[in-house]
């Protein structure tokens, strides 16, 4: 089966601008999650959906992001306007089953800069 | 919230050497997990622990939950050029509505071959 497809791959973006990220699942899965490393820290997660719907969003920064998932398929992310402390990598994971680790599989990720 | 300290932070290493890294929480996981990421790519998942004191070998890699449920380790054996990359450890909690990953700060392994 075809991976989790991140696109771009690559972003580089003044400060102020916006920037939309996105995310294809795996076919079938429900849930998706958006996660974040910021270079030389931790992967952090921002939010999960259950097809189209927010189950949480706790670990979404502030309200300069918003995400996105119409029809319960793909996902966007949508940083505006953005800061440099938004520069790092944004990582897309899909899964199977809420609550459980069947078929968590990360997507290559989203290198943002923001200069 | 759940923090996880993983450590070292780096390692430069000969080819052949073992490798040992691992991880301490500052609170209870039913779930250890061993990533492992390549320039480039995504997370990739080495090693899933399940229960406390449970110990796992995947070719070259093993790796224990302690029996605290609050540490891991994870050991690679006679490392090779393609070992390279950096190893994250992740707690997970099951059951209700948890789904989230608990992510350590990596540890980036260079290989000298």
């Known amino acids: 089966e075809a991976g989790v497809t991140q696109f771009p791959s690559h972003s580089v973006i003044e400060k102020g601008q916006t920037v939309t990220l996105r995310c294809d699942p795996i076919?079938?899965?429900?849930?998706l999650y958006w996660y974040r490393r910021v270079m030389g820290k931790e992967i952090k997660f921002l939010l999960h959906f259950v097809k189209e719907s927010k189950q949480d969003e706790s670990g979404m920064p502030n309200n300069r992001f918003l995400a996105e998932r119409t029809g319960g398929t793909y996902s966007t992310l949508k940083v505006q306007p953005a800061e440099l402390e938004d520069s790092g990598v944004y990582f897309c994971?899909?899964?199977?089953?809420?609550?459980?680790?069947?078929?968590?599989?990360f997507g290559s990720g989203t290198r943002l800069t923001v200069v | 919230g759940q923090q996880l300290n993983q450590s070292p932070q780096s390692m430069f290493i000969q080819e052949g050497e073992d490798v040992s890294m691992n991880c301490t929480s500052s609170?209870?996981?039913?779930?250890w997990l061993w990533y492992k990421q390549d320039p480039g790519e995504g997370p990739v998942l080495l090693i899933a622990?399940?229960?406390?004191?449970e110990l796992t070998s995947n070719g070259r890699l093993t790796a224990q939950f302690g029996i605290t449920r609050k540490d891991s380790f994870l050991n690679i054996s006679a490392s090779i050029p393609s070992d390279v990359g950096i190893y994250f450890c992740?707690?997970?909690?099951?059951?209700?509505?948890?789904?989230?990953?608990?992510f350590g700060k990596g540890t980036l392994l260079t290989v000298n071959p």
């Open positions: 622990l399940y229960k406390a004191g």
């Open positions: 994971a899909s899964s199977r089953k809420t609550g459980g680790l069947y078929g968590y599989t």
């Open positions: 992740a707690g997970y909690n099951s059951g209700g509505s948890n789904y989230k990953l608990t």
């Open positions: 076919s079938g899965h429900d849930n």
């Open positions: 609170s209870i996981f039913n779930t």
